[in-house]
């Protein structure tokens, strides 16, 4: 859904703060795209009351950790991709495994893997990042005051919003699914009676809400909360403490910078896997594609292009990517321009490369959310944040009413067995103590002259990389406008399933045939839940993808 506000009286106050703004910054536009309508009209409120992109999104986020609990969180973590008064940064507040984590937690005695262990449960998750995250952003860059921020998400905690279809729909095949699989977790004694179309509150959030918004960060790390979620710990057999959580600290980190044609792309850093993946996937394709004409959109040509550019990034992520605290991961030569000219000379328009055949070339060494803004001053924020899998662990701290994650699965917790997306990793990504597991989240914003041009994300696991490439091409490849550019069918490839391209319905049937013949087999599923903001001829546009409940809004 997309709504485009310039006449309704609601917001006459604040077009007198944007057209006093305008005086002073010519440019008076500003736009979100949403996973959910609640963050939607709070960030746009934000913005209208004169807050910047930053306090929109620290609002946002704290909404959706009530009204979108598949994803939104203040038990999770995730990446905020910044662009504010013409500078670039980076906020890690990706979760870290717990002290008493260890390499091969999730094995039994004979080293095999204990099913579900890592996905689900209690000892699926690692320490909260988003409330640090939040109030790191807020520190450096937020211009409102804290309580304001928080307020928002405090009322919809205690007086409760309608429950979305879809929720509804997500909570009882998570409760079945659990049932099915015989995952013992209290997920539904706290969602179960959340019923389409009735208000549905949660008053134990209400209150850890209230703690965050009176304390900040220390409202979450230290005292009641802490406290409450340390005994939950060790009453259920979990093993996150209380100096877990006092010594968690978000990080900030220099974003990914690197010109691709006339845009210079800023994306993210690892732990990130999703930053060097896509520049390794544009600049190979300009490599590789016709020199003189663009390749039809979605054609089989096109489609076995980026597949095979896919078979290597994947090879790439799966062996160098880690916590670069812990390990070194080399970047800058993984996007050289060099490298990337020799990883892309195996690839021929008329053959599928052999899939063992594809290593990582340095020889020598479904539930996620994200929100993108732009506010009247040009700034921008790209966040995607995530609890892991849909409704993460399953498990809520009892007595303060939020879902932890199961982010512990994103490691590799044995090498060469792939996780819940079908990611393969080795020593890189390893468990150890205090460490943060690799990510596919891409939060990205494209500039030219340095004025904001994109704004994406995606949620997705590893098909996220995917989503925010290929939207990425969809406007400056294909100029496609923001309701185009995330609603067109998308594809994916990830080396493996052996030669398998998962794909949206809507991808013409010959197409399907030729690529069929080469040797490609198909499943087809959506993936993803792009929200994008574009900026042509000088307008803002934004689009949230349709198979979502997301809202964009466009103030102009
Ligand atoms: O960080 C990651 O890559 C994953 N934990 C993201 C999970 C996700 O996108 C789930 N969404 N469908």
């Not at 979108?68 to 013409?86: C, I, Q, S, W």
């Not at 952003?137 to 409760?160: D, F, M, N, R, T």
């Not at 609603?487 to 991808?507: A, C, D, K, M, V």
Request: hydrophobic share 40%; with cysteine; proline share 4%.
């Amino acid at each position: 859904m997309k709504i485009t506000l310039n006449t309704l009286c609601s917001i006459v106050i604040a077009f007198n703060l944007v057209i006093a703004n305008a005086i002073a910054e010519p440019n008076t536009q500003a736009a979100v795209a949403m996973p959910d309508s609640y963050s939607a009209d709070i960030a746009i409120d934000i913005l209208k009351s004169g807050g910047n992109a930053v306090d929109a999104a620290i609002a946002a986020q704290f909404v959706l950790a009530v009204t979108l609990p598949e994803a939104g969180n203040v038990g999770g973590g995730g990446f905020m991709t910044v662009y504010k008064d013409g500078q670039a940064d980076f906020l890690d507040y990706r979760e870290v495994a717990p002290q008493k984590a260890h390499r091969d937690m999730y094995l039994d005695e004979h080293g095999n893997v204990i099913e579900n262990q890592s996905l689900y449960g209690i000892l699926s998750s690692a320490v909260p990042g988003t409330v640090d995250g939040m109030w790191q952003a807020h520190k450096k860059y937020g211009s409102k005051p804290w309580q304001e921020l928080v307020a928002p998400a405090i009322s919809l905690a205690e007086q409760g919003f309608v429950v979305h279809p879809k929720l509804e729909e997500n909570i009882q095949w998570r409760i079945n699914s659990f049932n099915e699989e015989g995952v013992n977790v209290n997920f539904g004694k706290y969602f179960a009676s959340a019923k389409t179309g009735v208000v549905f509150k949660q008053p134990e959030l209400a209150v850890t809400l209230k703690r965050i918004s009176k304390s900040g960060r220390d409202g979450f790390y230290k005292g009641d909360t802490a406290t409450i979620i340390s005994k939950f710990m060790q009453e259920h057999g979990g093993i996150i403490g209380m100096s877990d959580l006092a010594e968690y600290k978000a990080i900030w980190r220099t974003p990914i910078q690197q010109q691709w044609r006339e845009y210079q792309v800023i994306t993210a850093p690892p732990p990130s896997s999703g930053g060097i993946a896509i520049l390794q996937w544009l600049k190979m394709y300009d490599m590789v594609k016709p020199d003189t004409t663009t390749l039809q959109h979605n054609s089989a040509q096109y489609m076995h292009l980026l597949a095979e550019i896919g078979k290597r990034v994947f090879a790439d992520r799966a062996e160098y990517i880690g916590d670069p605290d812990f390990v070194s991961v080399a970047q800058a030569q993984l996007i050289n321009e060099r490298y990337i000219t020799s990883r892309a000379k195996g690839i021929s328009a008329n053959a599928i490369s052999v899939t063992e055949s594809i290593e990582p070339g340095l020889k020598e060494s479904e539930d996620t959310t994200h929100f993108s803004i732009v506010d009247q001053w040009g700034n921008a924020v790209s966040n995607t944040t995530t609890i892991n899998y849909t409704f993460g662990s399953g498990v809520i701290v009892e007595g303060a009413g939020f879902i932890l994650n199961d982010e512990m699965d994103d490691f590799s917790v044995k090498p060469g067995v792939a996780n819940v997306y079908g990611a393969i990793g080795g020593q890189a990504n390893e468990i150890q103590p205090n460490k943060r597991m690799v990510s596919s989240m891409t939060p990205t914003i494209l500039l030219k002259d340095n004025k904001v041009k994109l704004v994406t994300g995606s949620p997705g696991g590893t098909t996220i990389i995917t989503s925010v490439y290929q939207s990425i091409l969809n406007v400056v490849e294909f100029d496609m406008n923001a309701e185009q550019a995330v609603n067109t069918p998308r594809f994916h490839h990830q080396l493996w399933p052996e030669n398998e391209i998962r794909h949206y319905s809507g991808i013409d049937k010959r197409t399907l045939d030729s690529l069929q013949k080469l040797g490609y087999n198909f499943q087809q599923s959506k993936f993803g839940d792009v929200q994008l903001i574009s900026r042509k001829d000088g307008v803002l546009d934004a689009a949230s993808e349709e198979n979502g409940r997301g809202k964009s809004i466009v103030i102009h």
